[in-house]
């Protein structure tokens, strides 16, 4: 791709679209109470999905852009545990009794910091208050470095499905520079307890734009990431926003990639992971063909949500935990950010929503169009909108940065009908930018 649209469309502040409104634009007044007026709208027959996360880890990764803490300490954990689980009886005196389980994610932080007896308690509540059957998804995400055998042992006992390993980078140089040392060798570890325990999904995670990252170093980690063979490879392009996560003033900037090393890394891992035989799927994620995120894309059934690309077409989600985002049929909510502020509300009585956004009719429109375009690179922006009762002419007319984009020949648009080329998928979160009202506009 040319280095002048690169510097014109690879803008850092761009949204990375998983939802829509993004929660840059949620606001207080949607609250504990509005909260809870929506929960007890759900349907009791229509499954969900539930998101609880873990706010601890026991070392801080510089590059992180999740709200986590340091602990070495099990008593704050359980301490934290006595307040989510508590979270869960507010949630579930709201909802339907038994609500179907579709999906449940562990997310962080380090899910797997959780004591063993304690992550099985935990399921056994879980288990009380949502009707969980044999197709339910239970995932959990986990930090190489301090994964032990019991631990694997306890999320087979626990029913888990799959597991997601943090890698993000296999050289020490790099690894040196974000405050994340981890081994080949702790990783295959990971990989083989899981497998023995029956968790055959594994995905993983790896970044590009770090600092000291070559071509070489990007392409080197997904070979070896290969010879592991997990089912997902999730390659996301480090966020560098310092001003907004402290613990990234640590990392050298004059040792990061620019916009077009970024590309560059970008373009080398996925050829990579496709002559491998995987799948890409949407800006950042592959699969080997026979994974559910594949098949979801062959069907047109891909989604976006909080966590990425997923399968699971559950139009709620439930989110536990210090900033764990919710997704329910009147809108987005988000709980507190900092876990002191959110067990505090906990422990009053209420639930810990701190902002949300109630959804219009437009959000929704609009919405559609950018997880098709994030998902698909491409979108029927005519057929949405007379779906949704909007006439597309003024609506695509309004969008006034697509003309610029088919001008740069990253798109091309026939009666209401996107296609991003394959050659510019990096980009694609600018051409959703186009049906964002809310942004604030960037000049290009």
């Known amino acids: 791709m040319q280095t002048s649209l690169l510097n014109k469309y690879c803008d850092a502040r761009l ?4 939802i829509y409104p993004t929660v840059a634009d949620f606001s207080a007044a949607v609250g504990a109470t509005t909260c809870e007026a929506w929960l007890r709208r759900l349907p009791p027959d229509e499954s969900v999905s539930v998101y609880l996360h873990v706010p601890f880890c026991r070392s801080i990764c510089w590059y992180c852009g999740f709200p986590t803490s340091l602990t070495h300490s099990e008593r704050s954990i359980r301490n ?11 949630v579930t005196e709201q909802t339907p009794h038994g609500l179907p389980m579709s999906d449940l994610h562990f997310g962080g932080g380090t899910p797997t910091t959780i004591p063993p007896a304690d992550f099985l308690a935990l399921m056994e509540l879980l288990r009380r208050c949502f009707a969980f059957s044999k197709s339910t998804a239970l995932a959990v995400e986990i930090d190489p470095r301090t994964f032990t055998a019991e631990m694997a042992e306890t999320l087979g006992v626990a029913g888990v499905s799959r597991a997601s390993i943090g890698v993000q980078s296999f050289d020490p140089v790099v690894q040196r520079a974000v405050n994340r040392l981890q081994s080949e060798a702790q990783v295959a570890f990971v990989v083989e307890r899981l497998r023995q325990h029956e968790i ?3 995905n993983f995670d790896l970044l590009f734009g770090l600092p000291h990252q070559t071509v070489q170093s990007c392409v080197n980690s997904a070979q070896t990431a290969l010879t592991m063979r997990p089912d997902r490879l999730a390659v996301f392009g480090y966020a560098h926003v310092p001003s907004y996560m402290k613990r990234q003033r640590q990392i050298d900037e004059a040792a990061l990639p620019d916009n077009v090393a970024r590309a560059e890394q970008a373009a080398a891992m996925a050829d990579t992971l496709v002559s491998a035989g995987y799948r890409q799927i949407g800006l950042d994620h592959f699969a080997l063909p026979d994974d559910e995120l594949a098949h979801a894309q062959k069907t047109g059934r891909l989604r976006r949500n909080s966590l990425g690309y997923s399968a699971d077409t559950c139009k709620t989600v439930i989110g536990l935990g210090p900033s764990a ?3 329910l049929r009147d809108g987005y909510v988000q709980n507190e950010t900092a876990t002191s502020s959110y067990c505090r509300q906990i422990s009053t009585g209420h639930l810990a929503t701190l902002k949300g ?4 009719a437009e959000d929704r429109l609009r919405a559609e169009i950018i997880e098709r375009l994030m998902c698909d690179l491409q979108a029927d922006v005519a057929a949405i909108c007379v779906a949704h009762g909007f006439d597309p002419i003024p609506f695509l007319d ?5 003309e610029a984009l088919a001008e740069d020949g990253i798109l091309d648009i026939q009666q209401g009908f996107i296609r991003v080329k394959q050659k510019h998928r990096f980009v694609i979160r600018a051409v959703a930018a186009a049906f964002d009202a809310h942004l604030d506009r960037i000049p290009y």
């Open 200 to 202: 055959s999904r594994i």
């Open 398 to 402: 309004s969008a006034d940065r697509l």
């Open 325 to 327: 985002i919710g997704r």
């Open 15 to 18: 949204p990375w679209y998983t």
């Open 357 to 360: 956004h109630c959804l219009t």
């Open 80 to 90: 934290y545990l006595l307040t989510v689980r508590e979270e869960i009886r507010l």
